[in-house]
């Protein structure tokens, strides 16, 4: 890789590894300590062989794959019982898709991941590679190992980036920069976030006749994503999800970074 390439990658990276050590800690409250070191050489058929991987495409204006890959260990390590394969996947797929929506904030196109898969890479493959330790609770967990497709990075860093950005985004970027200590004061509050399931207009005839047991049918399908709201502002939407026992939600689609900013500045 040249010189831009592996700045790319390394950002690319740096931010994974973020969104990644947060997804751990909403699953398990646990934090991990996170170090990467990009690869020199390519991974052989064996090492693929030995791993069990994710992938997911990356979709924008066009598309990349990353894949994810760990043994077995590693996930045990992270989560209890049958389920502990599943819930390092949607680590993962957390993970994959923090890192596409902050990496395009201002994109015309922002980056989304799509549904992932277990589904191993095939060589040849122009991919860089990193290699991802994991220490989780004092103890070494193992290493992940984590690929991108190198026609990823000319779609996450653009020879002009300036151009890619919405004049709007640009300013609120500006106006942030310009006032670094406001913006941190800011990030301490708390705000409250409520997710709506759905909505029902009833008469008062037939509210008067609700009683334990009673359903209330709702303008959303099984299915249907749901939508995340901070102070009665829909900011997301996305899908119930199962975390340990407690529900959660996997944000699939989220407002722009400028209209996010306007939050906080509302709060």
Not at 37 to 48: N, T, V, W
Not at 159 to 180: D, K, Q
Not at 240 to 262: C, F, L, P, T
Request: with cysteine; hydrophobic share 45%.
């Amino acid at each position: 890789m040249n010189d831009t390439s592996t700045e790319t990658f390394q950002e690319l990276i740096d931010r994974w590894l973020q969104e990644f050590g947060r997804a751990v800690e909403m699953f398990t409250g646990e934090t991990p300590q996170l170090t990467s070191k990009i690869a020199s050489s390519e991974l052989s058929e064996a090492e693929i062989a030995s791993r069990t991987w994710w992938k997911q495409v990356v979709q924008g204006e066009s598309s990349f794959s990353i894949w994810a890959g760990a043994e077995e260990p590693l996930w045990t390590a992270l989560g209890e019982g049958a389920e502990a394969q599943s819930s390092f996947f949607e680590m993962l797929s957390q993970a994959n898709s923090g890192m596409a929506a902050v990496l395009s904030a201002g994109f015309p196109a922002p980056l989304r991941c799509q549904d992932g898969a277990i589904e191993p890479p095939n060589l040849p493959l122009d991919a860089a590679l990193a290699q991802i330790k994991v220490v989780y609770r004092s103890s070494d967990a193992g290493v992940i190992s984590f690929l991108v497709e190198k026609k990823g990075f000319a779609i996450i860093n653009p020879e002009e980036p300036a151009a890619a950005a919405a004049p709007s985004e640009l300013e609120a970027y500006t106006s942030i920069s310009a006032s670094p200590q406001m913006l941190a004061r800011l990030m301490d509050l708390q705000l409250p976030v409520s997710v709506l399931l759905g909505r029902a207009t009833i008469t008062i005839k037939d509210a008067l006749k609700l009683m334990s047991g009673s359903v209330v049918e709702l303008d959303r399908r099984v299915g249907d994503h749901v939508e995340i709201m901070v102070h009665g502002t829909i900011v997301a939407k996305g899908e119930i999800v199962s975390v340990k026992g407690n529900y959660g939600v996997r944000i699939k689609e989220v407002i722009s970074r400028q209209d996010r900013i306007a939050l906080h500045e509302a709060a």
